[in-house]
């Protein structure tokens, strides 16, 4: 047999998969976007020392001296418990002042202190989570399916909706 018959060989690939169910792949999917997120909250608590959720009501409060606790947890769509809890692990930490103001004293403003510029510069992006910033470069209509779609997951699982207050990062 001559050089010129040897068929050239060719790079080994990976066995072609058979045919997956549609449920699956779409559990599959679900895994990748979930390991993005968890990956992500890994390299925040890695390089900033806080958790995902800490860092992102810490950005939050940077941006916006003075908001007050129920303001924050609106912007950061969760429980206003939740968001207490946050503030005091960030005042404990030291990132935070919570001061007592208005005409009755009952609202407190909580302002980002010197500590916390250094931590927010040198902390990845985006604060607010890998997810919530894919979300928001979406078009409505995309995510007008996701929601209906995911609505009717949401159904199917009996989920707790009470749920969709805690933050990706305490989960």
């Not at 992500?40 to 860092?55: K, S, T, Y």
């Not at 202190?113 to 990845?124: D, M, N, Q, R, T």
């Amino acid at each position: 047999m001559s050089l010129q018959s040897i068929p050239a060989e060719t790079p080994q690939q990976e066995p072609v998969e058979p045919t997956t169910e549609p449920a699956t792949r779409v559990l599959r999917q679900f895994r990748i976007v979930f390991n993005s997120v968890k990956t992500h909250f890994r390299q925040v608590e890695r390089e900033a020392g806080l958790g995902g959720a800490q860092l992102w009501a810490l950005s939050v409060i940077a941006q916006s001296p003075g908001i007050g606790v129920t303001e924050l947890a609106r912007s950061l769509d969760i429980h206003q418990s939740t968001a207490s809890n946050l503030v005091r692990t960030l005042t404990q930490r030291g990132l935070v002042s919570a001061a007592r103001e208005g005409f009755d004293r009952r609202g407190v403003a909580l302002r980002a202190l010197p500590a916390a510029e250094p931590l927010l510069k040198s902390a990845p992006m985006p604060f607010a989570g890998v997810l919530p910033d894919a979300l928001s470069s979406l078009d409505e209509a995309t995510l007008r399916r996701l929601e209906q779609d995911l609505g009717r997951l949401i159904t199917l699982l009996a989920a707790d909706e009470a749920g969709a207050q805690v933050p990706l990062a305490q989960l």
